[in-house]
């Protein structure tokens, strides 16, 4: 029985249609997949089902009606929810608050505080009403948006890269708690690029490429790899890693101790470890468990006690980002525009940021500029980065090329050690397969490579060895050979912080 | 040394109902996400159409119609340029400030040096004979309730209706908002408005009772000041009142000091209300994190709808 049919949906932004001629329907009780990689049109289609696009052509029918959705009130009244990606919370506000203002004619406080725990004990999904919502772990917070969907008794759950920011554990529960609403006769859209979860989890997907439908699949009968194929449109290739040959250690943290600055951050507390020349170490953990404060430590926007960071033979906890840049030591942090690179500037522009010194793209306060040129021009030629031109903003550049970018100007500079934060977050799988490899020959060069990820699977794929970030402190690294995802799991949810 | 100590307190409530008129509807604005630095414009253009149309009608109340109303006007401007044309917010701000002087001076050309209607003191039944008490609560015109009614009012507004946590949700996280459907533009719009409105009655207050006249630049940077209350109060509504009143007591106190021939040179106790003013901002800021926390998160963020 159908639940939503969507036929001949098209929507066109100023040079570039997002959605060609999308039909495919969704059945009561069953768990749907929407593929694709980033840019394919997902998140459109789904903003159009949910009222906050209108599409210009084509027509939905839910339940057999029609269905014309033209602000997300309508769309809740006829039964639609969706938890977003980036969710759609406010951090000062508590659960309770942050609840009544996603439903529609909300009871008073103190009843929905009471709907909330009872809703929450029959989900598994424990959540306390009274608490602001930015002490929340990411997982819990995800709770929150879920528990607002199921309040209004949703038809059609709307689910946009729900495990993304998860613990394995987490993920689990959370499927759990998908499957029962799925046997209660909920439909939910699934949309994710984690393609082993869709074979778990969902009955049918269907598989979207820049923007049209390019074939609906039954995930059970595809490996992981045919749907990534059918995703990309080409033959994909896992980056290969050579023999690991470790040299001395280049990069030393000692008993690292380190106040958050932020109301809502974690501080960090006695982290200590070696990374050797040659290794790529990876460090996994949830957003929101150190990995900011970490990153700002490492590159010295934020300066601590000096004897605490060691780079070969130097201690630098006092020294700022320019000097650590002179020893050796580059990063790339985890926001490409904005904090990486600055979105109005040019892409020559950007490599004085960062290469201002090491590359000596300039003398006596004075910029060179053809330096400057042509050293983008070499970092747009080696790291494939698709621009019309040097001279382009980075704003106008797609996500997967700036990352690229961010990652070549580093690269680049030859470091000694590289630490990167969250590498592939929001790239697609062409660029992130790219930046991976670059990474690997990078470590293979001799250089000590740290990367801080919320991806398991990158980690497990490049790292050589693996340590976990949780409230602050970080467990024993440990070779990334014959780890499971299981016990990485563990480790994230705390229990086993050596 | 002749300060009473009763007459001081009240005076001093009448010299910060301006301030506090003006911060209570600049803490809507700032707590639905809108920074506006215009405050002093609207309510020197609030003092003088005030003036003009009480002097004209015959009426105080009149003229506090038409301040608000001409408060809100001007902020609207402001509301379309930031709202809808997306400018700067601190640079539109400062902009109105600079406009409200200079219209204000231009209008009020011809009224300088005529009396307005007076305003009639509200009558406690009697009330206003007792001693101490009396002179200080229930000796006032009908503008100081109301300003204290107000606050009561925004609290209230605040803290247990829906429309107020909407307001609350916008300021915090605009995209968020826009997520889940609420209109961020027009709501922000409505309280630009309701901010101007007030910052006009604070106007009118200055110049229809507590001088009571026009003359050029009068408001001399209440507008200012009853921002930075907004900021020493922490968004929170009583503590405006602490705040405002604070301010007017030290403002008091100098013209008292002043007129008692005090050994100090006019300029320093001039300067104190500011420097106090200075001095609670930096240790209401001192503490970062408690700052942060209570400072709406999109406060003078440009909202753009990217559907």
Redesign the interface.
Known sequence: MTLIRLDNLTKAYPGVIANDDISFEVDKGEIHALLGENGAGKSTLVKMIYGLVQPDFGMMRLEGKGFTPTEPRTARLAGIAMVFQHFSLFEALSVTENIALGMENPPSLIILSDKIRKVSSKYGLSLDPKRLVGDLSVGERQRVEIIRCLLQDPKLLIMDEPTSVLTPQEVETLFLTLRRLRDEGTSILYISHKLEEIKVLCERATILRRGKVIGTCVPKNETAKSMAEMMVGSKLKSPKKSKANFGMPVLEVDELTLKSLDPFGTSLKNVSFNLRSGEVMGVAGVAGNGQDELMFALSGETLTDKNSIKLENEFIGQSNPVQRRLLGLLTAPEERLGHAAAPEMTLAENTLLTGFQRQKLGRRGFLNKSGAIAFAEKIVQKFDVRTPSVRNGAKSLSGGNLQKFVIGREILQSPRVFVVNQPTWGVDAAAAAFIRQALLELAEGGAGVLVISQDLDELMEISDSFMVLSEGKVSKPRPAKGITIEEIGLMMGGTEIA | MDISVVSLIASLIVAATPILLAATGELIVEKSGVLNLGVEGMMIMGAICGFIAAVNSGSPFVGFCIAAISGAILSLLFAILTQYLLANQVASGLALTLFGLGLAALLGHSYSGIKPPSSPKFEWFGMSDISIIGPIIFNHDLMVYFSVFLVLIVWIFLKFT?AG??L??VG??H???H????KVIRIRVLAIMFGGACAGLGGAYLSLIRVPQWTEGMTAGAGWIALAIVVFASWKPWRLILGAYLFGGVTILQLNLQANGFAIPVSYLSMAPYLVTIVVLVIMSAD??RA???A??SLGKIFHAS?
Do not use: C, H, K, Q
């Open positions: 829906r946590l909407i609350r949700a915090e996280n995209d968020a908002a997520a889940l459907g609420y970062r994190t942060s926390v209570n709406p998160a559907s």
